[in-house]
């Protein structure tokens, strides 16, 4: 079973540019989620997608993060502009549908803002 | 937003001993709770779950614990080694599959 894919690895943008990043989760996962994750804390939710709907987005700084899950499986999550505090890892994660069942994360896209 | 809670940034243990490692919640709507071990430059990977109507849950070397009335989890890991050296999330789940995750301890064997 292929995992969680992510990508970019790696993201160096300066603050007030725009940003993107690609999910592509665990096929047949209907639930995927973004997580933002600083160093030193634990992963932090942003928004949480089941098939094509927004389930939870009540993390997200709306100002300037968006997300979309289109056809139900890709997601992307945007963040326009960028700020210094946005420096972080982007996790993505998903998980079949249903409670009490784990989430299965990528590896994750580190950004840095200058 | 704290509801769960990771109070131990670090723990070190040596080769061959028990690693105990620590989570308290304060959501009583958690009813699913997991463990995350995390290396470097790399996802969490999921590692053992309990359901809130157990107390333990055994998974080879791995343990978990849930005290309900304590709000209290952990995670025993016997016998310990160095490749368990990793960053833990204890991670907690609200039947609106909303799961939310502590700071993280980082666990440190030495050989």
């Known amino acids: 079973e292929a995992g969680v894919a992510q990508s970019p690895r790696y993201k160096i943008i300066e603050k007030r540019q725009s940003v993107a990043f690609w999910c592509n989760p665990i096929?047949?996962?209907?639930?995927l989620y973004w997580y933002q994750q600083i160093l030193g804390q634990g992963p932090k939710l942003l928004i949480q997608f089941q098939n094509n709907g927004v389930v939870d987005d009540s993390q997200l700084p709306k100002d300037r993060f968006s997300a979309e899950r289109l056809k139900g499986v890709d997601s992307t999550l945007k963040i326009q502009p960028a700020k210094l505090e946005d420096s972080a890892v982007y996790l993505c994660a998903s998980r079949l549908q249903g409670a009490n069942s784990p989430l299965h994360f990528g590896n994750g896209t580190r950004l840095t803002v200058t | 937003d704290q509801q769960v809670k990771q109070n131990s940034p670090s723990l070190s243990v040596q080769e061959g001993r028990i690693s105990i490692l620590n989570c308290d919640y304060t959501n009583s709507m958690f009813d699913y709770f997991l463990w995350y071990k995390k290396y470097p430059a790399e996802g969490p990977t999921f590692l053992i779950s309990?359901?809130?109507?157990?107390d333990k849950n055994e998974d080879g070397r791995f343990t978990v614990f849930l005290n309900k009335s304590a709000k209290h989890l952990s995670l025993h890991i016997v016998p310990s080694q160095p490749g368990d050296s990793a960053v833990y999330f204890c991670?907690?789940?609200?039947?609106?599959?909303?799961?939310?995750f502590g700071a993280g301890t980082r666990l440190t064997v030495k050989p």
């Open positions: 309990i359901s809130s109507i157990k």
């Open positions: 991670a907690a789940n609200t039947n609106n599959n909303d799961m939310r």
């Open positions: 096929s047949g996962h209907a639930t």
